[in-house]
């Protein structure tokens, strides 16, 4: 009697492999789109460990995301300059931010979550915004040199973006590995739980409060820790990073690659980067063309891209392709 | 087989606005014996349910669960002293498998809601634990299937197995049989007495099928307008010229129509 099915590790692998020489086969300008998606990426799969498996919808993932970039910033500018430090303070720091307000947010659920978390972004943006001695105000936070990255003693510089790539797949790979061992743990299959009825899970004993606020946690901390590499990576924290609108970048990626599967957030963040450096090759009015591609695909993949190609190749499978 | 009451309610009122739901209730429940709840729609059955399980304060009133006073507790709390409760709309996990399903009270019980490190594919403990809960209620054979896709008899048995996977003392099941073909209803009545019967479990049920109560009910009660009419033997009961009342002068005998 198996629990789970087994994770895809071939295919996991594959893509793993592809990523790793992908710097060396694309141009730099494809490198650098890469380096957004993974980091873009990463930030859409934390907002689904909410959104996909425990079912709570955030507006304000971008909130977390932002606190990781102006941490990171912050300690560069003020503190060690080690971009491990940095990269700590980023995820530390959106943990220790979401949980006074996950305490808030999960004492409801369905739209009135979504208010709440919606409600919070709007507060840490105008922070962002309006601290100008703290957080330099409209004009973001920059100006910070970036140090050398220490790897067991090799000291790599990182001003070569294919050099600043591996980093961020580093990165991105062992905050996806946790995302996967969290969602396939017990404490995953209480949060599915919990998603599916969460009156029965609190009818078998269980705190719904405590496990949603600490999915709330875990997800706001690998949220900060994109924010702290997309900072690095632009060599700026800025407030728009905070914005609702932000956010709703995570919901559409996660819609658009699929909620129900583990990579599909992170297939989402692909296809919106690749179509919108497709699209604006060619016309200024992009939005228009990435809106109509936007609503075909949604149309035609309900599940999302990544989970409607589970779905056929599952079916493919087990009845020939029926 | 102790004289204590495994559930004590002394003087329970619940009040919505101005709706009386239920006007001081007591009652007393003995460790091991299978008792049924009966009434008319609308009595205060599943309200007094309610009350017991933690989901509403009552308005005045006390509950006792094992000596021990418990009301205005969360129902979270409740259910880690042992009282578990079924509901009256099949309430599961409808997108999970049945497994997963028996698994989340299984890893709560034993203290794994917040591991989030350990992979669950590794718990073989749990999974075997399942596995006999399942065989218990007949559904070892679908244990991989989407819950959502069986049929409507089996759902019901999986909130069985839910409850039973966290080792209760007392179990309430609200109107365990609503909604079964006669055959699904039978599986269900055997289920229940064998479980009153081979476990420390004690079964405390509502139920709207006379047929149900009066075949494996050892004590019954009667609430009507949210009043306790009358409690008794299934034979006191039958003869009782009150309840026959409440029932419109219908006979109990015959199966709910």
Same mark, same amino acid.
């Given at each position: ?322 | 087989?102790? *004289?204590?009451?495994? =559930? ?8 919505? @606005? /101005? ?5 001081? %209730? #007591?009652?007393?429940? *003995?460790?091991?014996? =299978? ?8 009595? @205060? /059955? ?5 009350? %017991? #399980? ?16 418990? @009301? ?6 409740? %259910? #880690? ?177």
């Amino acid at each position: 009697m198996k629990i789970l099915p087994r994770f895809p590790l071939i295919p996991g692998l594959v893509l793993f492999g592809a990523l790793i020489s992908a710097p060396f086969i694309l141009s730099i300008y494809w490198v650098m789109i890469l380096t957004e998606i993974l980091t873009m990426g990463l930030f859409a799969m934390s907002f689904n460990l909410l959104f996909g498996y425990t079912g709570l919808l955030s507006f304000g993932q971008a909130g977390f995301f932002g606190a990781g970039a102006y941490c990171a910033v912050l300690t560069l500018l003020h503190g060690p300059a080690s971009l491990w430090a940095a990269l700590a303070a980023g995820f530390l720091g959106a943990a220790l931010l979401a949980l006074p307000i996950g305490w808030l947010c999960v004492r409801r659920d369905e739209i009135y979550f979504a208010i709440l978390t919606l409600g919070f972004g709007m507060m840490l943006f105008t922070v962002a915004h309006n601290w100008r001695s703290v957080t330099g105000g409209s004009d973001g936070l920059g100006n910070f040199t970036l140090p050398k990255l220490d790897l067991f003693g090799w000291s790599i510089s990182l001003f070569n973006p294919r050099h600043f790539y591996f980093l961020v797949l580093l990165i991105a790979a062992a905050g996806a590995l946790l995302l996967l061992r969290v969602v396939r743990s017990p404490f995953g299959l209480l949060l599915r739980g919990t998603r599916e009825n969460s009156n029965r899970v609190s009818f078998v004993g269980a705190n719904v409060r405590s496990v949603r606020l600490f999915a709330f946690v875990v997800s706001g901390a690998l949220a900060g820790l994109a924010g702290a590499l997309f900072a690095l990576f632009n060599r700026i924290a800025s407030p728009e990073m905070l914005h609702w609108a932000f956010s709703g970048k995570a919901v559409l990626m996660t819609i658009l690659g699929g909620s129900g599967v583990f990579l599909g957030p992170a297939v989402g963040a692909a296809i919106f980067f690749v179509l919108e450096h497709s699209i604006t090759a060619y016309t200024t009015n992009w939005m228009i063309f990435l809106g109509m591609i936007l609503i075909v695909l949604v149309l035609v993949f309900p599940k999302g891209v990544l989970g409607s190609a589970v779905d056929f190749i599952d079916r493919f499978r087990k009845g020939g392709g029926r | 087989m102790t *004289q204590d009451p495994i =559930l004590e309610v002394r003087n329970i009122s619940r009040s919505f @606005g /101005k709706f009386q739901a239920l006007t001081d %209730v #007591s009652l007393s429940i *003995q460790t091991g014996r =299978l008792c049924a709840l009966i009434g008319p729609n609308g009595a @205060g /059955k599943t309200t007094f349910y309610n009350v %017991v #399980s933690g989901r509403y304060r009552p308005t005045t009133g006390k509950v006792f669960f094992k000596g021990r006073e418990v @009301g205005g507790l969360p129902s979270h709390r409740l %259910v #880690s002293m042992g009282l578990l409760r079924s509901f009256q709309i099949t309430n599961i996990f409808p997108a999970l498998t049945v497994l997963e399903n028996v698994l989340v009270p299984l890893l709560v019980h034993h203290g794994m809601s917040f591991s989030c490190l350990k992979s669950i594919r590794k718990q073989g403990e749990l999974a075997e634990e399942a596995d006999r809960i399942l065989g218990r209620v007949g559904l070892r054979g679908v244990s991989d299937h989407v819950v959502s896709t069986l049929a409507y008899g089996d759902k019901r048995l999986i909130e069985i197995a839910i409850v039973l996977a966290r080792r209760p003392t007392l179990v309430l099941l609200d109107e365990p049989t609503a909604g079964m073909n006669p055959e699904e209803t039978d599986r269900m009545i055997h289920l229940i007495k064998d479980l009153s019967e081979h476990s420390d479990t004690t079964f405390f049920i509502t139920e709207h099928d006379m047929k149900v109560v009066f075949s494996v009910a050892e004590r019954i009660f009667v609430l009507n307008q949210g009043c306790l009419l009358a409690e008794g033997t299934p034979e006191e009961i039958r003869n009782n010229p009150d309840v026959k009342h409440a029932y419109l002068g219908g006979s109990l005998d015959a199966p709910g129509q």
